[in-house]
């Protein structure tokens, strides 16, 4: 295992070669690209929360931001309308001009067991999409932040053009913190949240988590509900989220969902690979985590 460990940090050092995928030398896309300026932040809400209609709506609206929202019929959505959105609340949000995402039928975890339901998965929400006029995602969260690689051709055949994850695995499952959005290391279908605001979550965190937006990268915040009634361990209070909101305008962020880094990123560049950023970042912090999860 140490040996193992130590020779996919030797190999995420020194690999660095990014594939074009379907990128012809006469495509031109990668010259009408922007430079990814500084301060880009990208706005993402999992899981259908009622409070993303009733609360975050009004407040991106009030700032003009951009926002993804992660849709799943998982947990009691169908039933309990106190928690959840309804589908006809969904598609104003897309009408109000915010990206609507894939985030599974049933808020399943992808690993190794489940990827075989995938498909269905991303289908049943793409059919919900299409009867409520919502256009078909091209951006999908990884449910519960599990990773599995041998989910990312199922993605791509879906249309996916991006996918967001945790922390994880440069950091432990379920924490807070994670890296800033390095385009062209960072594989698009696996990129990292920077920070994922919950009980906990202080406004000092929130402000040093911002600081990754440089440089050519892209700070992404994985929210959950604001509040959220059925899982308040990983809710973010009103007032807190509100402030949160407050400083990015105050700041001068650029606030975007996660479809709006086709701006600056070609979503068709990937990494040799996919996990070399990941290794040298463990290595960096002087640890190595197994991404694999059964």
Known sequence: MVNDCVNRIAKAL????????????MDGRASALERMPDKVVVLTFDDSVKSHYTVARGVLKKYGFGATFFITE??????????????????????????????????????AKTVG??????????????????????????????IEL???KVLR??????????????????????????????HPLLIPSAGIPRPG???EEFKETLKGARDGKAVV??????????????????????????????????VIAVRD????????????????????RKARMGGCLDYRRN
């Open 14 to 25: 020194f690999v660095g070669v990014i594939v074009l995928v379907g990128v012809g030398p």
């Open 261 to 280: 880094l086709g701006k600056y990123v070609d979503w068709r560049e990937e990494p040799s690979d996919a996990m070399a950023v990941v290794e040298k």
């Open 157 to 186: 055949e879906h249309g996916m053009r991006w996918a967001r994850r945790g922390g994880y695995p440069e950091y432990e499952p379920g924490g807070e913190r994670g890296f800033a959005y390095e385009p062209g290391a960072d």
């Open 221 to 254: 915040l994985q929210f959950h509900g604001v509040p959220e009634g059925e899982h308040p361990w990983v809710h973010v209070p009103q007032e807190e989220f509100e402030r949160f909101m407050a400083y990015l305008h105050e700041g001068g962020f650029k």
């Open 201 to 203: 979550y202080t406004f």
């Open 74 to 111: 998982g947990f009691t959505f169908a039933t309990n309308k106190k928690d959840y959105m309804s589908w006809e609340e969904i598609a104003e949000l897309n009408r109000d001009g915010f990206e609507i995402g894939n985030h599974t039928r049933d808020h399943m975890g992808v690993t």
């Open 117 to 146: 339901k995938l498909d269905e998965q991303l289908e049943a929400i793409e059919g919900r999409c299409k009867e409520f006029g919502i256009p078909a995602p091209v951006s999908f969260a990884w449910p519960g932040n599990a």
């Open 150 to 152: 041998g989910g990312l």
